[in-house]
């Protein structure tokens, strides 16, 4: 029988209430019971149906017979010193992923995870090394704010980012599922302008959200302003050059942010500078300038601060709008992938002692602030 349950976590969220309003009418319960198990999916969550106690007993438990609400296993939790948290989460099927949370004055901003992995294999990222394993579905993309939400105290995100592990264009249903869910008054209720998706410029997924009615963020990790550096940088320039991004980005009917990541002496010089200005001009678009985390991969190292500065500083002349964006989490290796790398490796979390803060170990994602403004 339980083999036989459905997952209501895993549908779109206008199925799921399709499923439980068939689901009520069968049974002869009242219109309005349909709407109060459905706000327990993910606008109030519960982990189980019982705890749904404005529902009568023997409904609960039918309910419980015919579906099912899978959450995600906590395995580990981190705090830094600046606020950030990092959780890893294990999946079903013993995959691990993580999320990070991380508070700015009033915000908190979700970074969350789109894959097992990651395909990509951009040379300073530490997910790239693990590979890929697989999609996840919308109740583990969209299940990691939940699970924070069931935390007590809750989390409750104000932003998200879709920054964490994995290539989010590259898993577009479950991301698609998920932003619903993530925007919708049904669900958590986050406005659209709060919620980014970043993409290396996989070139049919920034289409479809440029397609969806909502006003969505993207962000473009760009990282190199000219093809033969992208190409070493990030293997997927190979199928999507630069001139195909940067058309994809103008056509896009949004305002885009590049990232950047600061790598010393690599991509940092005055003429990536002028190059990358050229780029941004040309579809209007916000620069974000990353401190490179240490701990991801290959060997290379951060810009410096004033290398930074120098390297805005000749973007803002050009005309281009750019923020030098804060790293969060250093001390706890929030970046894209660290944790559960770290992890796999057995290593003790880096700075864990000195807060007194771990609790076990690892967690994830980059260092984030969701762009301008
Ligand atoms: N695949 C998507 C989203 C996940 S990565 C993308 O690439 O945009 C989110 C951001 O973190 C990307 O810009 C990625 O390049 C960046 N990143 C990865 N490793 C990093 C590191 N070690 N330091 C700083 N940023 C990193």
Known sequence: MSAARENL?????????ERLTRFMEERGEPRYRVGQAFRRLWAEPVRRFEEITELPAALR??????????????VAEQAS??????????????????????????????CISSQAGCALQCAFCATGVMGFARNLGIHEVAGQVRELALLDPP??????????????????DAVAGTLTILNSRDGFGIGARHITVSTVGVLPGIVALGERPEQFRLAISIHAPNDALRRSLMPINVKYPLAEVIAAARN???????????????NDQATHATEL?????????????????????????????????????LLRRAGVEVAIRRSRGMDIAAACGQLRVERLR????????????VHVAPGVGPSLDPGPA
């Open 9 to 17: 976590l895993a549908l779109p969220l206008e199925l799921a209430r």
């Open 61 to 74: 438990a039918a309910l419980d017979e015919a579906f099912e609400l899978p959450g995600l296993d906590l």
């Open 277 to 313: 200005a050229r780029l941004a001009r040309d579809c209007g678009a916000f620069v974000n300038l990353i401190p490179l985390h240490p701990g991801g991969a290959g060997g290379f190292r951060p810009s410096t601060p004033s290398e930074m500065r120098d390297f805005a500083a």
């Open 252 to 266: 896009f009917d949004r305002r885009v942010t590049f990232e950047y990541v600061m790598l010393g002496g690599v």
């Open 81 to 110: 010193v600046d606020g950030t948290r990092k959780f890893l989460f294990r999946l079903a099927d013993g995959q691990a992923i993580e999320t990070v949370a991380i508070p700015d004055g009033d915000r908190l901003t979700f």
């Open 155 to 172: 989390l409750r995100a104000t932003n998200i980012v879709f920054m964490g592990m994995g290539e989010p264009l590259m898993n577009w």
């Open 346 to 357: 057995r290593r003790a979390p880096v700075g864990a002692d000195q807060d007194g803060q």
